[in-house]
C-alpha cells in the first residue's frame, strides 16, 4: 500500500515536472531572429494596420524593441529601445502593439545557437537545465521593425514591380510559414 502511493506520488510529481522542461520555446534555427522580426511584424500590422505600417515603411522608420517574454515566448511587456527616423514612434503605438500581443497570445522564439558539435535534443536540454531563464520563467528578446525584411526590396523591385508593402507582407509569410 505504501509503496503504491509511492508511485502515484512520483507519477503526479513528474506530470508537474515535465512540462516545465517540455514548454520552453527555444529556437536553432539561423533565420531564428528573422522569424522573431516577421511575428513583430505581423503584430505591427494587427496592432496598427496596414495603412501605418505603409507609412512606416514609406518613412524609412527602423524600430528596436525589447520583448520580455515568457520561457513559451509570450510577450509579458514591450519596450521601445530605439527608433532611427525624423519622425517619432509615439508612445500609444508602442502600447497598441504590446496589447496586441498580450491579447492574442503571440509567441516569439528564444534563439540560441547550438553548442558545436552537440545535437538539437542535447542542446535543448543542457539550455533548460542550466540557464537562469527557466528557473524564472522569463527571458529577453530584442527584435526590430522592419528588422531585415526590407533588405532586398529595392533589388527585387526592380525586376518585380511592387509596393514596400506588398513586399513586406511577403517576406513575413515566407518567415512565418517556417515556423
Do not use: H, W
Not at 503584430?43 to 522608420?61: M, P, R, S, T
Request: aromatic share 10%.
Amino acid at each position: 500500500m505504501e509503496r503504491n502511493r509511492l508511485m502515484i506520488c512520483l507519477l503526479v510529481l513528474g506530470m508537474y515536472i515535465a512540462p516545465i522542461n517540455a514548454q520552453v520555446n527555444i529556437n536553432f534555427d539561423n533565420s531564428c531572429p528573422n522569424k522573431d522580426c516577421a511575428i513583430l511584424a505581423n503584430a505591427f500590422l494587427g496592432a496598427l494596420g496596414d495603412k501605418a505600417v505603409a507609412n512606416l515603411l514609406e518613412a524609412d522608420i527602423s524600430i528596436s524593441v525589447l520583448l520580455y517574454v515568457d520561457t513559451l515566448g509570450r510577450v509579458t511587456k514591450l519596450k521601445l529601445k530605439k527608433v532611427r527616423s525624423f519622425n517619432s514612434f509615439s508612445e500609444s503605438n508602442v502600447r497598441k502593439i504590446e496589447k496586441y500581443l498580450i491579447k492574442n497570445d503571440i509567441r516569439f522564439y528564444i534563439c540560441f545557437e547550438m553548442p558545436y558539435n552537440q545535437e538539437k535534443k542535447r542542446s535543448y536540454n543542457l539550455i533548460v537545465s542550466t540557464d537562469s531563464f527557466v528557473k524564472k520563467n522569463k527571458a529577453l528578446i530584442v527584435a526590430g521593425f522592419p528588422g531585415s525584411l526590407m533588405d532586398d526590396y529595392d533589388l527585387e523591385s526592380k525586376k518585380t514591380p511592387q509596393s514596400e508593402l506588398e513586399y513586406f507582407k511577403k517576406r513575413i509569410k515566407r518567415y512565418l510559414s517556417q515556423e
